[in-house]
T-cell receptor, first 110, second 111 residues
Framework: RKEVEQDPGPFNVPEGATVAFNCTYS??????FFWYRQDCRKEPKLLMS???SGNEDGRFTAQLNRASQYISLLIRDSKLSDSATYLC???????????FGTGTSLTVIP | NAGVTQTPKFRILKIGQSMTLQCTQD?????MYWYRQDPGMGLKLIYY???????DKGEVPNGYNVSRSTTEDFPLRLELAAPSQTSVYFC??????????FGPGTRLTVL
């Protein structure tokens, strides 16, 4: 079983739409959670960390459900510049390792 | 700060050749990582290091070696390149368990 699973998409949405991505993780000992953004042929960059209480950064909202081992990312008022692949990342303190999902592809259409 | 730098950006190798991918960070991070990313796949951890002189295997270490003689540098060595090693290689550094900062990647093709 994969450590982190994501719906690969692709998601094609019009500008201004709201879109949600989901991610599940297999190890209940996972301690830290992140969403990264990766543009085509570029390196991943941190979009936001995910905190237990949920957190928001402008148009982006991240939620964590430890009981269901589930992380989500909500993007409101989508912009053309949001087109990218979004990677869900978790880690275990014990292993010093980060586990990446395969990513969810988003295209925002004019 | 340059952040994380990787060289070369692109490389084509013949089967059986060897090469070293260079990675340097100037953020004084203890943790450094090497990942490979195949098309349509997530990043797979090859090796990581928690500090100078300490390295450990990740998920896919076969065919690779690393060393960490300084905090700044974490080179990845490919011995006897094989077509299965065709991939994009990313180096990253960070202060575990916080954000990782990635280099721009090395695109390697083995023919």
């Amino acid at each position: 079983r994969k450590e982190v699973e994501q719906d690969p998409g692709p998601f094609n949405v019009p500008e201004g739409a709201t879109v949600a991505f989901n991610c599940t993780y297999s190890n209940s000992a996972s301690q830290s959670f992140f969403w990264y953004r990766q543009d085509c042929r570029k390196e991943p960059k941190l979009l936001m960390s995910v905190y237990s209480s949920g957190n928001e950064d402008g148009r982006f909202t991240a939620q964590l459900n430890r009981a269901s081992q589930y992380i989500s990312l909500l993007i409101r008022d989508s912009k053309l510049s949001d087109s990218a692949t979004y990677l869900c990342v978790v880690n275990l303190y014990t292993g010093n390792q980060f586990y990446f999902g395969t990513g969810t592809s988003l295209t925002v259409i004019p | 700060n340059a952040g994380v730098t990787q060289t070369p950006k692109f490389r084509i190798l013949k089967i059986g050749q060897s090469m070293t991918l260079q990675c340097t960070q100037d953020m004084n991070h203890n943790y450094m990582y090497w990942y490979r990313q195949d098309p349509g796949m997530g990043l797979k951890l090859i090796y990581y290091s928690v500090g100078a002189g300490i390295t450990d295997k990740g998920e896919v270490p076969n065919g690779y070696n690393v060393s960490r003689s300084t905090t700044e540098d974490f080179p990845l060595r490919l011995e006897l390149a094989a077509p299965s090693q065709t991939s994009v290689y990313f180096c990253a550094s960070g202060g575990f368990p916080n954000e990782q900062f990635f280099g721009p990647g090395t695109r390697l093709t083995v023919l």
